[in-house]
Structures are given as structure tokens and as C-alpha cells.
């Protein structure tokens, strides 16, 4: 039984930006950070801000508090342990740093599979594993249904594949991929599964070993909190990877082999407060139970109300003469997060955001850095899509001031 519904005021207060005027609807860009995170950012910097290892007390409990936040971003993202949570600067910089330490196993003909619908951080550093022998196969998106089709896999796998790269959610077409489908495939032939979950985990709660994968990337500044990502892979799969660290720093040390240097102590502290939130919320909504029960519920609740929110948007644009929808048209649950594309025939995308920007709304129009993707689909010469990217916190009057604005930029 769904528990109660959002209480919108309670959730906005939470993000102190959101007292202005501006209605942030480029939340798919970077969303509103939790006036908690910033607050726990702040603290750690006065208060904590030693480096760890020595012995005198306050290296020490600043360590406890830096392992304590790796420990609830291991519960958030559901890891079997927090030595599989690898911290780094962003999602592109992480699926690097995985790239370059699986390099040394991989032979040339060996086979990697990349999409042609993924932001390009999920693409680039496999791509040019070509450099080393290794055939890249790209798994087309199907253009007729605006998606990856899973049969189209498995002309494209075999014995030599050794890694498939897809994302968990299109931060374009906001359809949500079958990755534990994918996984099952990939598994099948004893290839591995690398997941770039960015889109999706504002939306929808992480569960890293529900989804089947080897490996999931995603950066928090899309998840309320700052610039900073994190790399879960399996244990198995990260103790066979040689350490890219200082030659004193083995390959049995987890996750430090593949931090090089020290991680941002402050954002990692920081961060935990995106756990907590998750979980208070779902608490007040009713839910009881363990943390991730009650961030399940926030996130059930976050889910229906986006459905609303994008249903409206989606509604406005199916009935307006000349927009093509770059995505599923309708809500379908569970198929969709609400990160809505169009195109207006006739107009350039920027021509449309720049007079919705009039209204103090933020959109954006361009590639989003799945250039692939829109040249499959043709629409550079649009110069790229209008994205409309809905959060839990945006509400119904916003929605109505996007649907007003867009009324006036679209003729
Ligand atoms: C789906 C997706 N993956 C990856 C990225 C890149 O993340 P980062 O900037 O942390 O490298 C983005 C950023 O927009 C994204 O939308």
C-alpha cells in the first residue's frame, strides 16, 4: 500500500535555493543540493578538517566520520560492503579510472559493447580501448522506438565479449533500460556489466545488486548533493584489478588502489547527508522498517509524484501542433523517469529555451553529451533537444508556469 504523498513545503525547505523565484527545471543538469549536505560540507572544513591516518584525536575521528559517510553512500547504492564504494571527482573521471585498470587484462580482439543512447562518460574510455586491439561493437538505438532493444544484444555478444557499457536511465529519451536483463545476458556469455546510473538515481533508488551489474557509476550533483561521484563494482572484480595507486599501495587494498591521492574528505562527509534525507523522508511518510525501506518509500513517493508532474508536461507537448516528443509520449510507470525531450518543427532548440528563459524558468536546450544519440536521430539540425528535467521537489504551480511559458515560446 503506497504511503502518504509528499509534503512539498516540508521537502523545499530542505533546499535552501529553492526560496528564490527561479523555478529549476535543468534538474537532470545538476539538481538543488540539501541545505544538510552543504551544512555537513561546511562543519567538516572548520571543524574536522585534519588529514586522516596519524593517531592524535582529531585525525581520528575525522577518519571515523569520512568511513562513516562511505558506509552510508555503501547503504544508499545497497552494497554488500562499503570497500566497494570507490569515491572520485565525477562519473566520467570514475568509468575512466575503471577503464585504465582494466586495460593491462585485455587482449586485442577481446570486445567491449557501448550504446550509441549513453552519455558520451560511458562510451569515450571504453571506445578508445580500440588504441589496444580490442573491437568495440555499438549497439544501436532503435529509432522507430526511440530506445535500446534488447534483442538487438545479442547479435552483438559472444565468447569474446568482455565488458557491455549502457546507462541505467537515458538522460535524453528518460526511459528507464532493462539492466538486469542486459546483466543476464552478459553473464551469459561471461562478459561484465558496467551501468552508469546518473539519470536515474534522482528518481529511483539504487540497488546495486537488484540491478544485476558489475559495475555502477553515478555523480551526486545530480543526486542533491556536490560534485562528486562514486564507483561501486563488485569485490570479486575489484580485488583482480591491479592498484593504479603509489607502488606501496596493493592490489588487495580496497578501495584506496583506485583513489589516487586522497578523496575530497568534506564532499564525502557531505554526501552522507543525501542518505539521511532519503531516509527521514521516508520515515515521515510512514515507512518503517530498515534505512533502505525507508528510502525505498521516499523514493516510491518521489516516482508518483513525478509521474504527475510529467504526465502534465507530457500532455501540453502531445497535443501541441508541431512538437515531436524524444521519448516515450506518455507516463508508463516504471518506464520512465521525468526527464522529457522535444524538438519543435521548423525551430532551432535554443530559439524556444531562450524566450522560456524569460520567465525565470531554467531548461536547456544541446546534446547533453549524448551526441551519438542525436546524430542517429538527426537532430543536430535542431541544434539538439529542449529538455524539460523534472525533480521531487518541483510542483504543480511550477508546471503550470513551464506550460504558460511554452505556450508563448512555441509557435
Ligand atoms: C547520464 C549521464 N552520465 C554521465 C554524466 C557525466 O557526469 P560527470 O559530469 O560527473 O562526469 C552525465 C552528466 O550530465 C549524465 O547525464
Not at 568495440?136 to 538505438?141: G, Q, T
Request: aromatic share 8%.
Amino acid at each position: 500500500m503506497p504511503f502518504a504523498n509528499l509534503d512539498l513545503e516540508r521537502i523545499r525547505a530542505e533546499f535552501p535555493a529553492l526560496a528564490c523565484d527561479t523555478v529549476f527545471l535543468d534538474n537532470a543538469g545538476g539538481s538543488q543540493v540539501l541545505g544538510r549536505v552543504a551544512d555537513r560540507i561546511h562543519h567538516y572544513l572548520l571543524h574536522d578538517n585534519v588529514q586522516l591516518g596519524a593517531n592524535y584525536l582529531a585525525s581520528r575521528n575525522a577518519g571515523d566520520r569520512v568511513l562513516a559517510a562511505r558506509r552510508s553512500i555503501a547503504e544508499l547504492v545497497n552494497a554488500v560492503d562499503d570497500d566497494e564504494i570507490v569515491m572520485g571527482p565525477s562519473t566520467t573521471a570514475l568509468i575512466g579510472t575503471l577503464v585504465e585498470a582494466l586495460r593491462p587484462g585485455l587482449r586485442a580482439g577481446d570486445e567491449v559493447v557501448v550504446t550509441e543512447s549513453d552519455h558520451e562518460a560511458n562510451i569515450g574510455a571504453w571506445a578508445r580501448l580500440a588504441e589496444v586491439g580490442v573491437v568495440v561493437r555499438i549497439w544501436r538505438v532503435d529509432v522507430a522506438r526511440l530506445g535500446l532493444a534488447v534483442e538487438d544484444l545479442d547479435a552483438l555478444i559472444g565468447p569474446r565479449t568482455k565488458w557491455i557499457a549502457m546507462t541505467q536511465a537515458s538522460n535524453i529519451l528518460g526511459s528507464v533500460n532493462p539492466v538486469a536483463e542486459v546483466a543476464r545476458r552478459a553473464h551469459a556469455v561471461g562478459a561484465r556489466l558496467c551501468v552508469d546510473a546518473v539519470a536515474y538515481a534522482p528518481h529511483r533508488l539504487v540497488d546495486v545488486q537488484a540491478c544485476g551489474a558489475d559495475a555502477v557509476v553515478f555523480s551526486f550533483y545530480k543526486v542533491f548533493g556536490p560534485h562528486y561521484a562514486v564507483l561501486w563494482a563488485r569485490r570479486d572484480l575489484l580485488l583482480s584489478l591491479p592498484s593504479l595507486n603509489h607502488f606501496f599501495i596493493g592490489q588487495d587494498v580496497l578501495p584506496y588502489k583506485l583513489q589516487l591521492g586522497n578523496v575530497n574528505y568534506e564532499l564525502s562527509y557531505g554526501c552522507a547527508g543525501i542518505a539521511d534525507y532519503l531516509r527521514d523522508v521516508g520515515t515521515e511518510l510512514g515507512a518503517v522498517g530498515d534505512n533502505r525501506s525507508r528510502m525505498q518509500a521516499a523514493f516510491d513517493a518521489f516516482a508518483r509524484h513525478e509521474d504527475d508532474l510529467a504526465e502534465q508536461v507530457l500532455g501540453w507537448l502531445r497535443d501541441r501542433r508541431g512538437v515531436r516528443i524524444i521519448g516515450l509520449p506518455s507516463v508508463t510507470t516504471g518506464e520512465r523517469v521525468p526527464t522529457i525531450s522535444f524538438v519543435v518543427e521548423g525551430v532551432m532548440s535554443e530559439a524556444i529555451v531562450g524566450r522560456v528563459d524569460a520567465h525565470g524558468i531554467g531548461i536547456r536546450f544541446g546534446d547533453f553529451y549524448a551526441r551519438r544519440l542525436m546524430e542517429a536521430l538527426g537532430l543536430q539540425q535542431h541544434g539538439g533537444v529542449v529538455r524539460i528535467s523534472i525533480a521531487h521537489y518541483n510542483t504543480a504551480d511550477e508546471i503550470r508556469r513551464l506550460l504558460i511559458a511554452l505556450d508563448a515560446a512555441i509557435p
